[in-house]
Nanobody, 119 residues
Framework: QVQLVESGGGLVQAGGSLRLSCAAS????????MGWFRQAPGKEREFVAS????????MYADSVKGRFTISRDSAKNTVYLQLNSLKPEDTAVYYC????????????WGQGTQVTVSS
């Protein structure tokens, strides 16, 4: 059974930093993409960043480019999201997700971790 478990969320002041972790288990993720999404109150869930497990290729939403960095540690089966220069509008529940190369459907989701940025 695949499990994605996020951690590292919290309350931080604007301009601060956090590092989110996503511990993945239950299958081999070679050939998968790992992603981070977020959902703010009253808004739809949105894509934040993704990384190819094998390739290490990354993609980012325009709103976080230059501030957030996604990475993975294959030995630990863990994906990270480094959040720098945080803004109040980054406040949301952040979710870890996984999908195969094809079909491009995010099959697996974590339970989410809350990030709150105060102004």
């Amino acid at each position: 059974q695949v499990q994605l478990v996020e951690s590292g969320g919290g309350l931080v002041q604007a301009g601060g930093s956090l590092r989110l972790s996503c511990a993945a288990s239950g299958r081999t993720f070679g050939g998968y993409f790992m992603g981070w999404f977020r959902q703010a109150p009253g808004k739809e869930r949105e894509f934040v960043a993704s990384i190819g497990w094998n390739s290490g290729n990354t993609m980012y939403a325009d709103s976080v480019k230059g501030r957030f960095t996604i990475s993975r540690d294959s030995a630990k089966n863990t994906v990270y999201l480094q959040l720098n220069s945080l803004k109040p509008e980054d406040t949301a529940v952040y979710y870890c997700a996984a999908r195969p190369v094809v079909p491009r459907i995010w099959d697996y989701w974590g339970q989410g971790t809350q990030v709150t940025v105060s102004s």
